[in-house]
């Protein structure tokens, strides 16, 4: 089954940062639109960021705008989340997913809403605390 691979997560304190990574060794990344995901317990998810495919165009949420910053280097079939300025309230696991041809998607919405998501990863976790 063709699968994505999140990693970077842990444990970091307020105002620390993170770099997630989102990276499959099974298919090519290049015509896949990025999106993060996370999910905190008791909360339903929620789009955090997304990439286009050629990485021109992006989208946040409001809660990581300024802190969080969304890459891609296609050459190394990964995409990633630089996450600074982290807060407790980032706490949650983080999920990477993939749109084919979703540019259109990202640029509408963070959450891909409406799309089609074709792959997964099993997600990382974050943990803000002091």
């Known amino acids: 089954q063709l699968q994505l691979v999140e990693s970077g997560g842990g444990l970091v304190q307020p105002g620390g940062s993170l770099r997630l990574s989102c990276a499959t060794s099974?298919?090519?990344?290049?015509?896949?639109?990025i999106g993060w995901f996370r999910q905190a317990p008791g909360k339903e998810r929620e789009g955090v960021s997304c990439?286009?495919?050629?990485?021109?165009?992006?989208n946040y949420d409001a809660s990581v705008k300024g802190r969080f910053t969304i890459s891609r280097d296609n050459a190394k079939n990964t995409v990633y989340l630089q996450m600074n300025s982290l807060k407790p309230e980032d706490t949650a696991t983080y999920y990477c997913?993939?749109?084919?041809?979703?540019?259109?998607?990202?640029?509408?919405?963070?959450?891909?809403?409406?799309?089609?998501?074709?792959?997964w990863g099993q997600g990382t976790q974050v943990t803000v605390s002091s």
């Open positions: 099974q298919f090519t990344l290049d015509n896949y639109a």
């Open positions: 990439i286009s495919t050629s990485g021109d165009i992006s």
């Open positions: 997913a993939a749109d084919l041809f979703g540019d259109d998607d990202c640029a509408r919405s963070v959450n891909f809403e409406g799309a089609t998501i074709d792959y």
